[in-house]
Every structure is written in structure tokens, then in C-alpha cells.
């Protein structure tokens, strides 16, 4: 990809990392031994994107490596998430769901995507028949409903809609192509993979009941629900939701919660102890103080006050702190919300119901090419949505310890009211998100994330009418500063570094034998290095497990990872300098 990666020497781990391999006889070889990491903090004077961070993969397996930048699914997404592509108030992001050929005309459904912990996605999803390919598939499949004879003409399916759906937020799949049922066993949407030690598998569902066949032999159409749920097939109760259109900021509405078994004759019972409250466009939590929430009665009644007005959206859930749901989550309602009694309507489609831009980008084998497939966009209306920028993570805040994100108004609208920037542990999808930063007219903001753990950042944005939509920025991995009080260093070999580029605007420089240790949770430890100008060799020790890596030099003094190959429990690093002399930039664990 054009890319330069520095050589490095790999030693193994263990107690006697005698025998190296090296990693510096070709680029090919180097690629081999360097880790990308998706999104990271960068540094350097001027330049908002810099090379990648380096690690140390310490596998015997290098066939098992992570591509560099730029190749795979992920490094797509952190490509395209760099693109300024409008979205009417839904951000989108272009990720490998190409479009080939489709004959039977596209239908808007409403797809669901309802993880483990949480909702992944909940909005409607303009889509039809195509190939498509999983993130681990070496070719793209047909899934037109063609598939396995299911149907005598292409047209939509329950899998390219989620698929079309999952990329307006970035997000693909992957799965196991089986000959027999020419279907795509279906193992991972988004983030969220299937555990055989759990039993969690996904199972998917049209307008309420489980299909008999796989996704791409069922077709869809105009109006119909797609659900896809995770541990699907534990019996566990799914909830539905009902309830009028509209209602009264500060009066309590009334709602309706059922609950069915997925199977075609069972009617809808009422449910009791669910949990209804506010979220975004895409079904995900609301920002705080958005609705006051009410539970669900033996009658499946139950009251929940607004307080705030325009467009707004309910659902239902019924889980006991971060513990397993007890029931899979209900559909979302949009419900306007008026000042008054008799207040004018809310202006324009509720946010959710507006198809996400769905931007195709072609991912099929060479030579054919595919047509691309227009944006699906809504007419001008009174009240027109403003359309933004996907956001991103830019550089300038690192000097004082801040990680930036910045986007871009494309078309004002009816214009923005007001943002928040909230954050969470990208390790814990039950956690809730912590409001960052908060703007009306500004663009950008700089936040001060957590030390040593890796954040996911999310945008939330809402329009003067009241209609919110957000946007995942990415996760960014933010390292304990070298000079903080927990890491503790040797009282020699040890001085301190101005550098403007460096987090905090400093660093540790090391030269051999100065060490420093630090108490870490579970995990993969890394430590960031800098402004190593010849080759140095780094040991770190946590446990049993003992690596030893060689740094080269670099001109560049760009910051580079180095990160132990396997994770280790809870406990404290040690960090050597074995030679050379290196600068320590932070730690972290991911």
C-alpha cells in the first residue's frame, strides 16, 4: 500500500529469548511483524494522520498477522471514515457491501440488529438483492433470494438489508459460506461475534418469526421488519412495543409492552417489568434527561414523560444491571413530542425513518467490475434535516494530554441545535457513555479521555426540530503519561524530554539499564515509544512472560507500540531498556 513500516527483530517469548527472528530482511517480511491497530492518539508537527503505532506480534504463527493499514476490513473503515461523506443526519461510512447487477426494485425495510448487551442497530434501511462478502471470505456471494432455489426472481433479502444497514455506520460482518444451503452461515455482525462457550448464536427473524432458511434465501419486502438477535434461540422472550404518535412535553404517555415466542401463531401477551425509554435514530440509548422512564405493568401498561420536544423515540428492554437481558429488546416507536395540546406537528419524516446514505463500495473479484449503486437520498421537504460530515479524530491536542474530533455541516438545514461528544469503555458494551464535550455552532472539540484503556467516542447531534441521529467516531487507545505517579522508575538512568509532539508535550529517555514498572488491569500491556534515532532493545516482563524486542532507529521520532503478544492477568509491568537508549512515551493496555 505505499506504506513504510520500520525493521524490526522479533525475540521469542519466554525465559530464554536467545533465538531471534528477524523481521528486517524485506518489506513483506517487516509487514509481517507490525500490528495495524485501527484507530490510536497521533503526533507530529503539522501532520493530523501519522504512521500507525508499532507493535511486537511475538506468534509463532505469522500466518495468523494483521494486514497493514489500508488492506481489510478494518482498514478500510479507518480510511472511509476519514472521507467527508454527507449523510441526512445519519452518518454513514462506505464498508465492503458491494452492489452487482440487482433486477427486482429496492424496498425500504426496518432492519434490527439487537447485540448481547445492547442494540447494535434499529432504522429503516432502503436495500435490494447483491452480492455481497464477509470480512474473512476470499470471494463475494450471490444473495438475491435466487440463492438455494429459494425464489424464482432476485430481489431484496434479509441479509443485504442488515448488510446495506451495518454500512451507513461502518460496520460489516463476516460468516462461513456453506455449498449445501448456498447461504452464508452468518458468525459476526458489527462488533458482536457468536460464542460457542456461551452458547450465543445469532438467529434471524421476518416480521416477528424465525425464517426456516438462511438470509439470503429469504426475500423482503417494502415494509418488513429484519431481526437479527444474538443467543437467539434461548427461549428468551422478544418484546414488542406500541404506543400513539404523539404526545405532550412534561404529560405522561402511555404505551403498551407484548412479548412473543418467534413462532407464527403465537399472539402477543402482555409483559411485565420491561423498562421503556428513550434512544437515538438507531435504537441506542438517548442522551440523559431526554425521558423519564417508565416500567411495564401485568398488563404490559406502562408511562413515560418527555422532556424534551420534537421528534423522540421509545423501546423497551427488561435487564437487571449489566447482567444478561432477560428478554430480547422491543422494536422502537417515534413518537413527536409538542409544547402544547394542539401544537403544530412535528416538521419531516422522524429521523429513523429517514434510509441511511448508503454509499457502495464495490468489493468483488477481479476482473469484474460492478456497477455503483446511487446514494438512496429524500426529496427536499419543509424542515430538511442538515446534513454533517462522518466525524474523525484529529491531531493538536496531544501537547495537553487531548484527543481531538472534528466534522463538517455540508447543507445547514433546518440547522443544528446543539452536540454532545460522550464516551465509554470500548472493552464493556454494557457501560454507559460519559458526556465529554457539549457545542452548539462549533465543529470540533478536544477531550480528555481516560488513561491507559481504549475509548469508544460517539457524536450525538440534534437538529432545531428536535431530531437526534449519532455517529461512532472510532476507539482511541489514551496512555498513562510517563511522568504520572503511577509509573515508577529507577533513580537511574532516567531524564526528562521536551517534545512538542510527544503526549503531554514530554517524555522519558531512557538509557540501558534504567527500568520502570506500573500496576496494570487484564489485558495486552503496550508501551509507546519515542525519538528512538539508532536501534535499541526493550524487555518487558509481566508475570511469567518475558519478551525482548529490537527497536530500529528512525529519523522520523515518530511514537511507536510495543505491545506483548499474549494477555496476562492483572498485575504489574516491568520495563528494561537492554540497550540503547529509548524514549517512553506513555503505557497503556489493550
Same mark, same amino acid.
Given at each position: 500500500m505505499g506504506g513504510h513500516y520500520p525493521k524490526i527483530v522479533r525475540r521469542e517469548a519466554g525465559e530464554n529469548p536467545a533465538r531471534a527472528r528477524h523481521c528486517d530482511r524485506d518489506t513483506a517480511a517487516t509487514a509481517l511483524c507490525v500490528r495495524a491497530q485501527g484507530s490510536h492518539w497521533f503526533f507530529g508537527a503539522g501532520k493530523a494522520w501519522q504512521q500507525p503505532l508499532e507493535s511486537q506480534e511475538t506468534s509463532r504463527d505469522l500466518s495468523t498477522h494483521q494486514q497493514p493499514p489500508?488492506?481489510?476490513?478494518?482498514?478500510?473503515?479507518?480510511?472511509?471514515?476519514?472521507?467527508?461523506?454527507?449523510?441526512?443526519?445519519?452518518?454513514?461510512?462506505?464498508?465492503?457491501?458491494?452492489?452487482?447487477?440487482?433486477?427486482?426494485?429496492?424496498?425500504?425495510?426496518s432492519v434490527r440488529v439487537e447485540g448481547a448487551q445492547s442494540t447494535i442497530?434499529?432504522?429503516v434501511v432502503t436495500t435490494d438483492g447483491h452480492a455481497i462478502r464477509a470480512t474473512s471470505d476470499?470471494?463475494?456471494?450471490?444473495?438475491?433470494?435466487?440463492?438455494?432455489?429459494?425464489?424464482?426472481?432476485?430481489?431484496?433479502t434479509a441479509t443485504t438489508a442488515?448488510?446495506?444497514?451495518?454500512?451507513?455506520?461502518?460496520?460489516?460482518?463476516?460468516?462461513?459460506?456453506?455449498?449445501?444451503?448456498?447461504?452464508?452461515?452468518?458468525?459476526?455482525?458489527?462488533?458482536?461475534?457468536?460464542?460457542?462457550?456461551?452458547?450465543?448464536?445469532?438467529?434471524?427473524l421476518v416480521n416477528g418469526v424465525f425464517t426456516p432458511t438462511g438470509g439470503c434465501q429469504v426475500r423482503v419486502a417494502a415494509g418488513d421488519e429484519v431481526l437479527w438477535v444474538m443467543d437467539a434461540f434461548s427461549s428468551r422472550p422478544l418484546l414488542w412495543l406500541a404506543g400513539p404518535a404523539e404526545a405532550v412535553v412534561g404529560t405522561p404517555l402511555s404505551v403498551q409492552v407484548t412479548s412473543t415466542d418467534g413462532k407464527a401463531q403465537t399472539a402477543k401477551q402482555p409483559y411485565a417489568g420491561a423498562t421503556v425509554d428513550a434512544v437515538d435514530a438507531l435504537g441506542r440509548p438517548a442522551p440523559a434527561g431526554t425521558a423519564t422512564p417508565g416500567a411495564s405493568a401485568g398488563n404490559g401498561a406502562a408511562s413515560v414523560t418527555f422532556?424534551?420536544?420534537?421528534?423522540?423515540?421509545?423501546?423497551?428492554?427488561?435487564?437487571?444491571?449489566?447482567?444478561?437481558?432477560?428478554?430480547?429488546?422491543?422494536?422502537?416507536?417515534?413518537?413527536?413530542?409538542?409544547?402544547?395540546?394542539?401544537?403544530? @406537528?412535528?416538521?419531516? @419524516?422522524?429521523?429513523?425513518?429517514?434510509p441511511g446514505l448508503v454509499v457502495v463500495q464495490p468489493k468483488v473479484d477481479p476482473p469484474t467490475v460492478s456497477p455503483t449503486v446511487p446514494p438512496v437520498t429524500q426529496a427536499p421537504a419543509q424542515g430538511a434535516a442538515p446534513q454533517l460530515t462522518a466525524p474523525q479524530f484529529t491531531a493538536g491536542g496531544a501537547a495537553k494530554g487531548l484527543v481531538g474530533v472534528s466534522w463538517a455541516v455540508t447543507a445547514?438545514?433546518?440547522?443544528?441545535?446543539?452536540?454532545?461528544?460522550?464516551?465509554?469503555?470500548?472493552?464493556?458494551?454494557?457501560? @454507559?457513555?460519559?458526556?465529554?464535550?457539549?457545542?452548539?455552532?462549533?465543529?470540533?472539540?478536544?477531550?480528555?479521555?481516560?488513561?491507559?484503556?481504549?475509548?469508544?467516542?460517539?457524536?450525538?447531534?440534534?437538529?432545531?426540530?428536535?431530531?437526534?441521529?449519532?455517529?461512532?467516531?472510532?476507539?482511541?487507545?489514551? @496512555?498513562?503519561?510517563?511522568r504520572s505517579a503511577r509509573v515508577k522508575k529507577s533513580r537511574r538512568g532516567w531524564s526528562v524530554l521536551a517534545d512538542a509532539g510527544a503526549w503531554n508535550a514530554g517524555l522519558a529517555r531512557g538509557r540501558r539499564g534504567a527500568t520502570l514498572s506500573i500496576k496494570l488491569s487484564a489485558g495486552r500491556p503496550v508501551v509507546f515509544v519515542r525519538g528512538v534515532t539508532r536501534s535499541a532493545r526493550l524487555e518487558l516482563r509481566s508475570g511469567k512472560r518475558r519478551e525482548v524486542y529490537r527497536i530500529t532507529g528512525s529519523k522520523t521520532r515518530a511514537t511507536r507500540q510495543v505491545q506483548l503478544s499474549k494477555a496476562v492477568a492483572r498485575g504489574t509491568l516491568r520495563v528494561r531498556v537492554l540497550s540503547g537508549t529509548v524514549g517512553i512515551d506513555g503505557v497503556a493496555v489493550d
Open positions: 489500508g488492506i481489510g476490513a478494518r482498514g478500510i473503515l479507518f480510511t472511509l471514515r476519514r472521507t467527508a461523506l454527507a449523510a441526512t443526519m445519519f452518518f454513514s461510512a462506505a464498508l465492503g457491501c458491494a452492489a452487482t447487477g440487482a433486477v427486482a426494485a429496492p424496498a425500504t425495510v442497530f434499529d432504522h476470499a470471494v463475494s456471494r450471490t444473495c438475491d433470494g435466487t440463492n438455494n432455489g429459494a425464489n424464482p426472481t432476485p430481489g431484496p442488515t448488510v446495506d444497514g451495518l454500512s451507513t455506520i461502518g460496520k460489516t460482518f463476516d460468516g462461513k459460506w456453506t455449498t449445501g444451503t448456498d447461504d452464508y452461515y452468518l458468525r459476526q455482525w458489527a462488533d458482536e461475534r457468536e460464542s460457542d462457550s456461551r452458547g450465543f448464536y445469532w438467529g434471524v422532556t424534551q420536544t420534537g421528534w423522540q423515540r421509545l423501546k423497551a428492554r427488561h435487564q437487571v444491571g449489566a447482567a444478561h437481558p432477560l428478554a430480547v429488546a422491543s422494536n422502537s416507536i417515534d413518537v413527536c413530542v409538542k409544547a402544547t395540546v394542539g401544537a403544530a @406537528p412535528c416538521q419531516g @419524516p422522524a429521523p429513523s425513518q429517514v445547514p438545514g433546518v440547522g443544528v441545535r446543539d452536540w454532545t461528544l460522550a464516551s465509554r469503555p470500548a472493552a464493556d458494551s454494557a457501560a @454507559p457513555f460519559v458526556t465529554r464535550a457539549t457545542g452548539t455552532a462549533t465543529t470540533a472539540a478536544q477531550l480528555r479521555l481516560p488513561a491507559g484503556v481504549r475509548s469508544l467516542v460517539r457524536l450525538s447531534v440534534v437538529d432545531t426540530l428536535g431530531r437526534a441521529a449519532t455517529a461512532d467516531v472510532g476507539s482511541m487507545l489514551v @496512555p498513562i503519561d510517563d
